[in-house]
């Protein structure tokens, strides 16, 4: 008879050989698909029709260039720019890539989007932002959603909210200034989640809620492009539940909204019965696109907020000139806490042409999105190279700024450049076409107002200076302290 031992140990052998030859066939199955997806992109590189594909460099089988873009960040493309021109091939996150640089060319990939191109984002973001969030969306959903909330970021609903944005400015300023070095970069990212808020969910916020929003906001950012693993302690799973929180606060701040006021929040206008976009919407829709607004509102505008400080405490000839500007408007100056600063009208913050010269130039050197995902949907030919279909396709708004063949010193910090009739200088930090930014004239207000109140009382001085980095997802590595000194 069998001994119970031997039945065990034979039932044990007879799993470990099935577990192993499992093991065997999926590791067989998984390396025949990366050789013949390794193979299909190399099958790519034979030329097309005429036409071959744009220089550069496949990588490493599988792995393609992805270590070399993590560890270089910004200058893998500045480097491979140099070497490989204006278009050029690389591999990167498991598929064949090109990044297109050059105005006429990131112009022709605008006009592709939706009949040759596809918005592309990892799939942490796409599932993360949402079904129902612009960015992700394309086709008829796209349109519709963007058309409806474009409506609270036009100029004219501006008109009643500068106000709101200036007082918001002035009341950082001012704990900036308590402060003996403020750490620049953070600071900018907690005044613009506090305008973000305030002008999108409710002006009335406390301050407790106001911390909260900010701090879930940041963890949400923090940790976006991950794993998309939802497991407790992993970046998905932070994301995640920031989202989820902020959903609920959204939803709560829904509830106590009362429509009216001449100076409203956009969550209270879509509240609105008569608009189109609550007949349209359900109510998840609404709080996931609010919710969409405030998290790249917040980040992209802290970004542009850094990126004029960094420039202005680095150039006190553009200092000067706006002291000059803000004199002549009447408007430097003023008892430090006074409210003049809220009194700003939208009017007197377009006529001020040297501050908007600023604020151009600060997004043309250091443009808070530096460039953007496509995925080839049908094979195109772009500057007599062929792009095969399933290819990526990155566009580097940030090289284009700084390669333009129309301005003589592209990387010179150089605002009066935007004064002249003679010279228009390439400019895409705002995207373009069915993708254009829907948030650009509330970033290019707030951003001059940001400029108005910080130079009309104060100067900025460096304390500690490091090399920044600008990458999605990534803060600086270094900080950049700053400290104000009144004017
Ligand atoms: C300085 C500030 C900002 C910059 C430089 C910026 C830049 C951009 C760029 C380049 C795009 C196009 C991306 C692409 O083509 O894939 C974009 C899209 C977008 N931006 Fe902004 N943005 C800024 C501020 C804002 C603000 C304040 C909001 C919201 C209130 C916003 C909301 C969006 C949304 C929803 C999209 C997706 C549009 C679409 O896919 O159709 N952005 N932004």
């Known amino acids: 008879m069998e001994s119970v031992f031997l039945r065990a140990w034979s039932t044990h052998v007879d799993d470990g050989l099935v577990s192993l030859f499992v093991m065997c066939i999926l590791f067989l199955m998984t390396v025949s698909?990366?050789?013949?997806?390794?193979?299909?992109?190399?099958?790519?590189?034979?030329?097309?029709?005429?036409?071959?594909?744009?220089?550069?460099?496949?990588?490493?089988?599988?792995?393609?260039?992805?270590?070399?873009?993590?560890?270089?960040?910004?200058?893998?493309?500045?480097?491979?720019?140099?070497?490989?021109?204006a278009i050029f091939r690389t591999h990167l996150f498991g598929c064949p890539a090109v990044r297109v640089t050059g105005e006429a060319n990131i112009k022709q990939l605008i006009q592709m989007e939706g009949h040759q191109l596809r918005s592309f984002y990892p799939v942490s973001v796409r599932r993360l932002l949402g079904d129902n969030s612009i960015a992700t969306s394309s086709g008829p959903h796209h349109r519709e959603r963007k058309r409806h909330l474009t409506q609270y970021l036009s100029r004219v609903f501006f008109q009643d909210h500068v106000s709101?944005?200036?007082?918001?400015?002035?009341?950082?300023?001012?704990?900036w200034n308590k402060q003996e070095?403020?750490?620049?970069?953070?600071?900018?990212?907690?005044?613009?989640a506090e305008v973000a808020s305030r002008f999108l969910l409710d002006m009335e916020l406390s301050p407790s809620q106001l911390d909260e929003i900010r701090s879930l906001l940041s963890e949400f950012t923090d940790n976006l492009f991950c794993f998309p693993?939802?497991?407790?302690?992993?970046?998905?799973?932070?994301?995640?539940?920031?989202?989820?929180?902020?959903?609920?606060?959204?939803?709560?701040?829904?509830?106590?909204?009362?429509?009216?006021?001449?100076?409203?929040?956009?969550?209270?206008?879509?509240?609105?019965?008569?608009?189109?976009?609550?007949?349209?919407?359900?109510?998840?829709?609404?709080?996931?696109?609010?919710?969409?607004?405030?998290?790249?509102?917040?980040?992209?505008?802290?970004?542009?907020?850094?990126?004029?400080?960094?420039?202005?405490?680095?150039?006190?000839?553009?200092?000067?000139?706006?002291?000059?500007?803000?004199?002549?408007?009447?408007?430097?100056g003023g008892a430090v806490g006074d409210h003049a600063h809220e009194d700003l009208t939208l009017e007197q913050v377009r006529g001020l042409s040297y501050i908007r010269a600023v604020v151009k130039e600060a997004m043309r050197l250091m443009p808070p999105v530096g460039g953007f995902y496509r995925t080839v949907t049908?094979?195109?030919?772009?500057?007599?190279?062929?792009?095969?279909?399933?290819?990526?396709?990155?566009?580097?708004?940030?090289?284009?700024?700084?390669?333009?063949?129309?301005?003589?010193?592209?990387?010179?910090?150089?605002?009066?450049?935007?004064?002249?009739?003679?010279?228009?200088?390439a400019f895409l930090?705002?995207?373009?076409?069915?993708?254009?930014?829907?948030?650009?004239?509330?970033?290019?207000?707030?951003?001059?107002?940001?400029?108005?109140?910080?130079?009309?009382?104060?100067?900025?001085?460096i304390v500690k200076d490091s090399s920044i980095t600008m990458f999605p997802g990534v803060r600086p590595k270094d900080k950049m302290t700053v400290s104000l000194t009144r004017t």
Not at 185 to 192: E, M, N, T, V
Not at 260 to 267: A, E, H, M, P, R
Not at 279 to 299: I, N, R, Y
Not at 439 to 450: C, N, S, T
Request: hydrophobic share 35%.
């Open 164 to 175: 709101l944005f200036s007082g918001v400015v002035s009341q950082h300023l001012l704990k």
């Open 181 to 192: 070095v403020i750490d620049i970069y953070p600071a900018c990212k907690a005044l613009s």
């Open 378 to 425: 049908e094979a195109f030919t772009i500057n007599d190279f062929y792009i095969p279909k399933g290819w990526r396709v990155i566009a580097g708004i940030r090289e284009t700024h700084e390669h333009d063949p129309s301005l003589t010193d592209p990387l010179r910090f150089d605002p009066d450049r935007w004064l002249s009739k003679d010279i228009k200088p």
């Open 229 to 332: 693993v939802y497991f407790p302690g992993t970046s998905y799973y932070k994301a995640y539940n920031a989202k989820k929180r902020l959903l609920t606060i959204i939803e709560n701040i829904s509830k106590t909204q009362r429509p009216g006021n001449k100076q409203t929040s956009v969550l209270t206008e879509t509240l609105q019965p008569t608009t189109d976009l609550h007949a349209s919407q359900t109510q998840l829709e609404m709080l996931e696109s609010l919710f969409e607004l405030l998290f790249v509102g917040a980040d992209n505008n802290g970004s542009g907020m850094f990126a004029i400080v960094n420039f202005l405490a680095r150039h006190p000839e553009v200092v000067n000139k706006i002291h000059v500007e803000l004199e002549e408007a009447g408007l430097l």
């Open 429 to 461: 930090a705002f995207g373009g076409g069915s993708r254009v930014c829907p948030g650009k004239e509330y970033a290019d207000i707030l951003l001059r107002v940001f400029v108005i109140n910080l130079m009309r009382t104060w100067s900025v001085d």
């Open 33 to 85: 698909l990366l050789v013949y997806r390794h193979r299909e992109s190399l099958e790519c590189l034979s030329p097309r029709d005429g036409k071959s594909l744009p220089p550069g460099n496949n990588g490493l089988p599988f792995l393609g260039e992805t270590h070399l873009l993590a560890s270089q960040k910004d200058d893998f493309f500045r480097k491979r720019r140099t070497q490989f021109g």
